[in-house]
């Protein structure tokens, strides 16, 4: 077992989706689960958000969808991606919805589904500026009618885009695609095609596009307490929700003009207390921010700075002088086996946000980042 760990505290997850939800709580919310949940554990984490009431959660994989349904959630789950005719008919045996963008991808759903005697649920993905996966808009009515066509074997549960630049101050882009977007959905509709749930907003739309909100919010790294638009953007009031703890594993004394770690980068001025921490790149913790960071005790009353470069597995901190100007001893202000925070919500030295800035990098990553090999513990 590794002395590093994470902490998540469900508590401020509920915290986050409360405010999410109350920016319009006539929207279904779905939480994205993909990547293990963003790294927090997405078996736990969907469990828990079912007994919030959460109706949806998104998976950015087949077998992410696979892994919910093996841990017994039978609620609506949603592969926010395209899939494969082998996919598909994995996805509509274990009632999973899916993405469509292309005529084949309906010819293979409605197929499938009925050489299953079932019904593939389906959400039609439209392009409205991303340039990812989606039809193009003027292709969406045909593709509506199509699986209208087709409604003893498929259903439309959804209509969606998608938005590359919602946390821009520049609004101007994403203004355009809901116009669009309102445009071509309105066409379906005028079509007599019912769209389903017409979903446009990640985190990022939620919060600074009320307009496309619509039917359904796709809630990401808002509900794990990240502001898209970083800090200077979060007037919500969000809460991390994972805090990456460790120990040190070992102490010792080093004399002035002491090189620390890998390449030597660090070298000491004076007599240091220099603690060796069981964290390394490994476990999440970026190289990028080698020397960049401080840790915490518990209490935070004692920020720490990390120094040299970090390693694999684990990394080093200045813990302070260990003897005066007559050289004298001083003592010591940490104990071998004591427990630190590296990152988390106060009274961290700082969270996955700020770990981030330092890296030059989003939050998304440093969550995403933490191991398996970790253990996580989850406060209710």
């Known amino acids: 077992m590794r002395n590093s760990s994470v902490i998540i505290d469900l508590r401020a997850l509920r915290h986050n989706l409360e405010l999410m939800g109350s920016l319009s709580q006539?929207?279904?919310?779905?939480?994205?689960?993909?990547?293990?949940?963003?790294?927090?554990?997405?078996a736990a984490i969907a469990a828990y958000a079912r007994s919030l009431g959460i109706e949806a959660l998104g998976v950015a994989s087949p077998q992410e969808a696979l892994e919910l349904r093996d841990s017994q959630d039978q609620g609506r789950i949603i592969y926010f991606g395209l899939s494969s005719p082998a996919e598909i008919d994995v996805l509509i045996r274990h009632d999973i919805e899916f993405l469509v963008a292309h005529q084949d991808d309906v010819m293979?759903?409605?197929?499938?589904?009925?050489?299953?005697?079932?019904?593939?649920?389906v959400h039609l993905k439209i392009d409205t500026g991303m340039a990812r996966i989606g039809c193009a808009p003027h292709q969406a009515l045909s593709l509506a009618k199509q699986i209208f066509k087709e409604k003893k074997s498929l259903k439309l549960m959804g209509t969606c885009t998608h938005f590359p630049v919602a946390d821009a101050e520049d609004r101007s882009f994403s203004d355009k695609q809901v116009a669009l977007f309102c445009d071509t959905v309105a066409k379906i509709r005028a079509a007599g095609?019912?769209?389903?749930?017409?979903h446009a907003s990640n985190s990022a739309a939620a919060i600074n596009f009320p307009n496309a909100r619509f039917d359904m919010l796709r809630i990401g790294i808002a509900a794990y307490g990240y502001h898209p638009m970083g800090k200077k953007g979060d007037r919500l009031g969000l809460k991390p929700i994972m805090s990456l703890k460790?120990?040190?594993?070992?102490?010792k004394e080093l004399a002035p003009q002491t090189g620390v770690s890998y390449g030597l980068r660090h070298t000491t001025q004076s007599w240091r207390w220099i603690a060796t921490v069981a964290c390394g790149y490994a476990d999440g913790l970026v190289r990028l921010a080698s020397g960049k960071i401080c840790f915490s005790n518990l209490d935070g009353s004692h920020h720490w700075q990390q120094i040299g470069t970090i390693c694999m597995d684990q990394c080093m901190l200045d813990l302070g002088p260990s003897r005066d100007d007559q050289g004298r001893p001083i003592a010591c202000p940490a104990d071998r086996w004591q427990e630190l925070v590296v990152f988390g919500p106060s009274p961290s030295a700082q969270d996955a946000g700020d770990l981030a800035e330092i890296a030059q990098t989003i939050p998304y990553e440093i969550c995403c980042g933490i191991p398996s090999r970790l253990t996580r513990t989850y406060l209710s």
């Open 26 to 42: 006539s929207t279904t919310i779905c939480l994205a689960v993909k990547a293990n949940a963003y790294g927090h554990g997405s």
């Open 246 to 251: 460790s120990n040190i594993s070992f102490i």
């Open 108 to 121: 293979h759903a409605s197929q499938l589904a009925k050489k299953l005697g079932a019904v593939a649920k």
């Open 193 to 198: 095609v019912d769209p389903g749930q017409v």
